[in-house]
């Protein structure tokens, strides 16, 4: 495996420098942040090993986050789950797409028909209180002879830690690589999505809250809410993580799909009816992720969200 290219761009040194108890350090071909001695999360660089000697290698993924952790230590999200192996902690593929008059889909790796590559490691930093990372991806579209690069992605990841909760910031720009658009027609399900911690697996362990109120799941899948609470039990104890959808996003607030059985979320733009990135017209999604135990706090999550749309 190759290692992780990547560049510290912080007063011209090549070590981590801690932000706080805040900072960010390579381990192999991940990212790793952390609060002190506790780990936050980890982002998977170059495509990582199998958990599992069964899974194909057609599934071999770069480029997503691949853990996350309350500050308790409880791990809220899943990697290469059983019943859904090409799902992955935070990632941000499309699923039904149109290009050059080819249907590449970027999320559902087993068709063999488009798949999301790792580039490079822009940038890693650690300032006033806060650890990231900058990396950029590629869409690949393995419909067409030979293979070609559909879209460019950049993501911008900024981590904090306050009030007994992590807080990720996410800004995901993407770009086309040719002069041809990615055409998104209208779908259930692409875009930013969360695969939680298997525990949560079945209809009745997965536990939500909306904005609005919701907590029926399959009210929620649909709905379109500035923030969404996603969380069950993780050794006998609550925890969850909060999704905020910034309000400059297109279509924002987005809507939500919920998948009825398992443990996964999505906002999914596309919902609303078919949209293109178009040459030259940058798309750029924002998102906040608040990780936390415990049960959710509705009122000082509508605080959260009343900050984070104040966020230029």
């Keep these: 495996m190759k290692p992780l290219s990547f560049l510290v761009v912080l007063a011209a040194t090549v070590l981590p420098v801690a932000a706080e108890n805040v900072s960010a350090a390579l ?15 980890r982002y998977q660089g170059e495509a990582g090993e199998f958990p599992r000697p069964d899974i194909k290698e057609i599934y071999r993924r770069g480029g997503y986050i691949q853990s996350i952790h309350t500050p308790s230590g409880k791990l809220v999200t899943d990697d290469f789950p059983p019943n859904h192996i090409h799902h992955h902690g935070v990632w941000s593929p499309w699923t039904h797409t149109e290009f050059e008059g080819r249907t590449p889909d ?43 690069v559909a879209l460019l992605e950049t993501w911008e990841v900024a981590v ?38 298997r ?3 079945g209809a009745e362990n997965l536990k939500c809250l909306t904005a609005s109120g919701l907590t029926d799941r399959l009210k929620v899948n649909t ?55 178009e040459p030259g017209k940058p798309y750029v999604a924002r998102y906040r992720l608040i990780v936390a135990d415990g049960e959710p706090d509705a009122e000082a999550l509508k605080k959260a969200a009343t900050e984070y749309a104040a966020v230029k």
């Excluded at 490691?121 to 002879?145: E, L, T, Y």
């Excluded at 969404?228 to 809507?255: M, Y």
């Design 223 to 277: 709905a379109k809410e500035p923030w969404c609470w996603v969380g069950g039990k993780v050794d006998g104890e609550t925890c969850g993580v909060a999704i905020l959808c910034h309000p400059s996003n297109f279509r924002a607030p987005q809507p939500i799909r919920v998948h009825p059985t398992e443990p996964f979320f999505c906002y999914a733009p596309q919902q609303g009816g078919d949209m293109a990135i």
């Design 27 to 41: 381990d192999g071909d991940q990212v790793v942040i952390v609060a002190g001695d506790k780990e936050i999360l």
């Design 106 to 148: 970027f999320w559902n790796m087993g068709d063999g028909k488009g798949r999301v590559e790792f580039v490079k490691m822009d940038q890693m930093w650690s300032k006033d209180g806060r650890a990231g990372f900058k990396a950029s991806h590629r869409f690949i579209d393995m419909m067409a002879k030979p293979e070609k």
């Design 160 to 197: 904090s830690s306050a009030d007994k909760r992590y807080v990720i910031d996410m800004t995901i720009t993407q770009t086309c690589a040719t002069d041809s658009p990615l055409k998104l027609p209208e779908y259930h399900y692409g875009g930013l999505g969360l695969r939680g911690n």
């Design 199 to 201: 525990a949560w697996d």
